[in-house]
């Protein structure tokens, strides 16, 4: 009987457990059991503004019978699911549209944290030279830019420091000073960054030197003066101009030689024609070189990386690298999950269990249809659009709605007038609602969904991807330099031997589920709750002194074990010890009783006439 | 939805795809919910589904997504494409037009899914026979020359919409079996869930890896 009420006492703990757990999805059910009415049939089909007026007519109607209910239930809602965040004056701005788990070819170019991922990912599929050539040549154009900008500043430094010369003339007749001032104006005025100016300038001066030499043959001397100045001005400008062309044409020839020319270690696969181009801009006629001059190139190159090695890159292990990298910096977001499908589909399922996926539902509906929207620009037919919306609001607004997310009446309000405005809905008609289930899902759902078995088997499939990749990696490259001569038959032989690599690793993987499995076998609750009650079933025996020995003799030790490892089969063991204490303080009471029996057996003796000759051997004992 | 027990050992993830009005949500809800919707509005965007089947003994579970085929949405519901372990992609035989795009359909799912992913081929209104606008050899034909699977199915009677997403199913699972279809990797469009069925919930399931974690 022990035995039982031992049971009966363990199982209690799980039962009280399992009622608590069971309280838990009571909370999130509650939007869906908003109210149902079926007595109304509302035309599925394209609704017209008449059709739109007497819904609205009709819901009046409803909304009028239902009052107190409505009153009651929305507020309760609202109140358990979304706190005061259904009236936050937050606005509905995710922090990102995007996942960082979903990228493109831009976006990984641009992000320092997923380029050296892949940048490995094409070094493996030698391709990185690509890579290299599209952020040098970016780094080019945006430093030359840069440099051009520099170059107009101080063309305009010049032109300003000639402005204060001009003022001083004023009046009609010019005595020397003001003749020179005039000269020296002149001889600053002209000089210009470009060369060819500068000829056309030195003619031009000629003609006006003569006149004034011709009338006032005795000022030479001070027109002479002047000429230092000139030649001190233009050379500066002249330098700086210089060094910054020199430079920029550096760097051009720099990048041409390394990925350009047809004698470069690895060059881009470009067109003779683009290279020609490219040539043309860096060496210009007029010595300058285009900032642009390997934009063509950039795209020809972005677009291969893009066609033919970036959907790779997705699926490889780099990206996996990346995603782990993000999923375990401890700042995921909802958009990390909601914009990234791997992670949706893991994210879907545990909205399933927590009954949540009518919010998600929504959120993915309504999102979309907004999106589709506002793609259009405001070029789209608002009665279609109006079709789209009244889905819909039908389906999760209505007062006959099929599956009811429980929003207030102000909010459903909202969005009839939204939906039945004038030209048809805006692309934000359901913003409201939108920034509502955004604020649950991120607040109420993404923290237990982040400490969930379905992440971390999510993180585990990520790293298990990595390793798979890996091996067909090592595979890969343990096959040395592949001939260059022929590359198809290469590549052919190169894919066979990844796909028997991929085997072999994904036949390593399946053992690694065969060992997981036993692990997990042997963690399940229920089997190791089974095993102390086999042994319990063996039955004892009684000895010749009426002792009960139990012949579970291994019993404490396979305890302890087990104790040792789980703290309710400590307690079980816990409480085994004590039974055996028990035990053994039975059997000394049982020894004292046959002690005394013995004892009694010894003195009754005496008295009988059977015994005589005992008799006096015990009294000499007991004289002596 | 389906409320069955936690108990499965894998997750497929499915896309439907095809021309507006074929059937894709009728076939959905015919498969989850046993019955035919008349008045079906057509689905913004995607829309969702479960439901767990038997495939080779294996407890599967299916999750279904359905995508609009209004060509407004179809640049939105392409992002759903990726990670799907298997696509139905579903035409009507009473109009000859929805089987005439099932090459673009083809191309999106080829392009956007694993090269593992099965394709089968869906003929929806089967029901519909003297209206019949393209052929069962026709069609067969396609399937074939495409590697993909074929049946034709009406979700108004529910004759092969069971069969339709079983026989996906076994394919997937076999595909698992043979080893070309790597379970292990995020982007396959399935969960594994190797340990043994589990009575409690998520919470329950977290107590045993707790007491692991005090060891």
């Keep these: 009987m022990s035995f039982f009420k031992r049971k009966a006492k363990s199982k209690e703990p799980e039962r009280v457990s399992d009622a608590k757990v069971n309280k838990a999805p009571v909370i999130p059910q509650s939007p869906s059991q908003g109210p149902r009415n079926h007595n109304a049939v509302l035309d599925v089909a394209g609704p017209s503004h008449v059709a739109i007026s007497a819904i609205s007519a009709n819901m009046d109607s409803f909304a009028r019978g239902r009052t107190a209910i409505l009153k009651k239930q929305p507020s309760h809602m609202e109140a358990a699911h979304f706190g005061d965040l259904g009236h936050s004056s937050v606005n509905y701005q995710p922090q990102e549209t995007r996942s960082r788990m979903s990228k493109t070819v831009d976006q990984v170019l641009r992000d320092n944290v997923a380029m050296p991922h892949f940048m490995h990912c094409m070094e493996h599929r030698r391709a990185d030279h690509l890579v290299r050539f599209w952020l040098e040549a970016e780094s080019f154009r945006s430093a030359s830019w840069s440099r051009v900008r520099a170059q107009n500043l101080n063309s305009v430094k010049h032109s300003s420091l000639a402005e204060p010369v001009a003022i001083p003339p004023d009046g009609p007749e010019l005595d020397q000073n003001t003749l020179n001032d005039v000269a020296l104006h002149n001889s600053r005025g002209n000089p210009s960054p470009l060369s060819n100016r500068r000829d056309s300038t030195s003619a031009e001066t000629d003609p006006k030197a003569n006149p004034s030499r011709a009338e006032t043959p005795s000022r030479q001397a001070p027109s002479r003066t002047g000429t230092p100045c000139k030649g001190q001005s233009n050379s500066t400008l002249r330098d700086l101009s210089d060094t910054l062309i020199k430079s920029m044409e550096k760097d051009a020839v720099t990048i041409f030689t390394k990925y350009i020319s047809p004698d470069a270690v690895r060059p881009i696969p470009i067109t003779e024609q683009i290279r020609n ?67 949706l589909f893991y994210f879907s399922e545990y ?7 009518n919010i998600l539902q929504f959120w993915l509906a309504a999102d979309n249809f907004q999106n589709q929207l506002a793609a259009k620009k405001g070029q789209y037919d608002g009665q279609e659009a109006q079709n789209d919306a009244m889905i819909l609001y039908d389906k999760y607004f209505s007062l006959q709605a099929t599956n009811p997310l ?4 102000s909010v459903r309000m909202e969005i009839e007038s939204n939906i039945c405005r004038e030209g048809g809905p805006l692309p934000d008609c359901f913003t409201t609602p939108l920034r509502q289930a955004w604020t649950t899902m991120e607040k109420v759902y993404l923290p237990g969904f982040l400490s969930s078995n379905l992440y971390y088997k999510y993180l585990s499939d990520l790293i298990n991807s990595v390793r798979g990749d890996e091996f067909v990696s090592l595979g890969t490259q343990g096959q040395g330099g592949p001939a260059d001569n022929d590359r198809s038959s290469s590549n052919a032989s190169e894919s066979s031997q990844a796909q028997g690599a991929k085997k072999a690793a994904i036949k390593i993987l399946k053992n690694f589920d065969e060992a997981i499995t036993v692990d997990v076998a042997s963690l399940d609750p229920e089997m190791l709750y089974q095993r102390p009650y086999a042994g319990k079933m063996t039955f004892g025996k009684v000895n010749e002194l009426g002792q009960f020995i139990r012949e579970a003799e291994p019993e404490p030790d396979v305890k302890k074990s087990k ?23 039975a059997w000394k009471i049982a020894k004292m009783i046959v002690n005394d029996v013995v004892h009694q057996s010894n003195h009754d003796s005496p008295g009988k006439s059977t015994k005589v000759p005992g008799l006096p051997q015990h009294s000499q004992e007991g004289c002596v | 939805m389906t409320a069955a027990p936690y108990n499965y050992s894998y997750i497929f993830k499915y896309i439907i795809i095809g021309d507006m009005g074929v059937g894709k949500s009728c076939l959905l809800h015919q498969f989850t919910e046993k019955k035919f919707m008349a008045d079906c509005p057509h689905t913004i965007g995607v829309e969702f589904g479960t439901r767990i089947m038997e495939v080779h003994g294996q407890k599967v579970k299916l999750q279904i997504w359905d995508t609009a085929g209004q060509e407004r949405f179809r640049a939105v519901t392409r992002s759903y494409y990726r990670g799907a372990a298997g696509a139905l992609m579903v035409y009507d035989i009473t109009r000859r037009s929805t089987y005439n795009h099932l090459s673009s359909w083809l191309t999106d799912a080829r392009n956007l899914t694993n090269p593992n992913t099965v394709i089968i081929l869906i003929g929806n209104k089967a029901d519909l026979e003297a209206q019949r606008d393209v052929t069962y050899e026709e069609a067969k034909q396609f399937a074939e020359e495409n590697g993909l699977l074929f049946l034709e199915a009406s979700a108004k009677t529910g004759e092969n919409v069971e069969e339709a997403f079983l026989e996906a199913a076994k394919k997937i699972y076999q ?14 469009g399935v969960q594994h869930k190797p340990s043994a069925p589990q009575g409690g919930r998520l919470n329950a399931d977290s107590q045993p890896a707790k007491e692991g974690c005090s060891c």
């Excluded at chain 1, 690298?321 to 910096?329: G, R, W």
């Excluded at chain 1, 909205?351 to 996926?357: F, L, P, T």
């Design chain 1, 351 to 357: 909205m399933e269990k927590e009954e949540a996926m």
């Design chain 1, 277 to 343: 181009d490219i040539v043309a801009k860096i060496c210009g006629e007029d010595g300058m070189v285009d900032p642009n001059c390997f934009v063509i190139a950039q795209s020809v190159v972005f677009s291969i990386l893009e066609q033919q090695h970036f959907t790779d890159f997705l699926r490889s292990h780099h990206f996996c690298k990346y995603q782990i990298e993000v999923l375990t910096s401890g700042s995921v977001f909802l958009a990390d999950i909601l914009f990234c499908e791997s992670a």
């Design chain 1, 406 to 409: 429980g929003f207030g009446d």
């Design chain 1, 563 to 585: 104790g040792s490892m789980f703290s309710q089969a400590m307690k079980k063991w816990v409480q085994g010890n004590s039974d055996e204490a028990q035990e053994e303080m």
């Design chain 2, 175 to 188: 595909n698992i079996q043979d080893g070309s279809l790597d379970l292990n990797a995020a982007e396959s």
